[in-house]
């Protein structure tokens, strides 16, 4: 089924370990983005990709790192974890036709 | 930048009742608001949006409300029914498709048979 592929669904890191999640999606849309999702605070945009080769920051950026090379795929590095980044991850794409985003299931991550 | 407050965070209703969930933004370059459902365990899912140039919206139990004057959008479910519970998310942002989008901190609704 087309859709937008996150893998882990859970990942716990000790604070200080770097880890890459994964996001995939075969709708061949352009744009793609990653949020993070907390309690009480909805969904804050990290990053976000207009294409391959295109990355810009979003609301909270700070600690991660994106990076474009092909459109299918939008992975999210966390180069040094912190117990403040324990969170559920969701990446989306968007439709180019005006349909909305799609998201992934998401990567509930904890930081101890 | 843009910002999107969503009222209220918990909402409770007997089946059969209706349920309004409200959200204002900040950036009157907004046209495009767009209210997502997410479940337990998955991710959101857009269930009905409403672009600027539309006051008004429906799709079968669902509405939304658009008052660009006012900067406000707001979601109606009718006839609610048990599986409407979820977590309701509104979102604003310039275009539908090109641009970043903004959500509000989410409405918990409890839907009681």
């Known amino acids: 089924n087309a859709g937008v592929t996150q893998t882990p669904k859970f990942q716990v890191l000790k604070t200080g370990q770097s880890m890459t999640l994964q996001c995939a999606q075969d709708m061949n849309h352009e744009y793609m983005s990653w949020y993070r999702q907390d309690p009480g605070m909805g969904l804050r945009l990290i990053h976000y990709?207009?294409?391959?080769?295109i990355t810009d920051q979003g609301e909270v950026p700070n600690g991660y790192n994106v990076s474009r090379s092909t459109t299918e795929d939008f992975p999210l590095r966390l180069l040094s974890a912190a117990p403040s980044q324990t969170s559920v991850y969701f990446c989306?794409?968007?439709?180019?036709w005006g349909d909305g985003y799609t998201f992934g299931s998401g990567t509930r991550l904890t930081v101890v | 930048g843009e910002n999107v407050e969503q009222h209220p965070s918990t909402l409770s209703v007997q089946e059969g009742d209706s349920a309004v969930i409200k959200c204002t933004y900040s950036?009157?370059?907004?046209?495009?608001f767009p209210w997502y459902k997410q479940e337990l365990g998955k991710g959101p899912q857009l269930i009905i949006d409403?672009?600027?140039?539309?006051g008004e919206k429906k799709d079968q139990r669902i509405a939304v409300t658009l008052n660009k004057t006012a900067k406000h959008f707001s979601l109606h479910i009718t006839e609610t029914q048990p599986e409407d519970s979820a977590v309701y998310f509104c979102?604003?942002?310039?275009?539908?498709?090109?641009?970043?989008?903004?959500f509000g901190t989410g409405t918990r609704l409890q839907v009681f048979p």
């Open positions: 950036d009157s370059a907004s046209n495009y």
């Open positions: 979102a604003a942002s310039k275009t539908s498709n090109t641009d970043k989008l903004i």
């Open positions: 990709s207009v294409g391959a080769g």
């Open positions: 409403i672009r600027s140039n539309v």
């Open positions: 989306a794409s968007i439709s180019p």
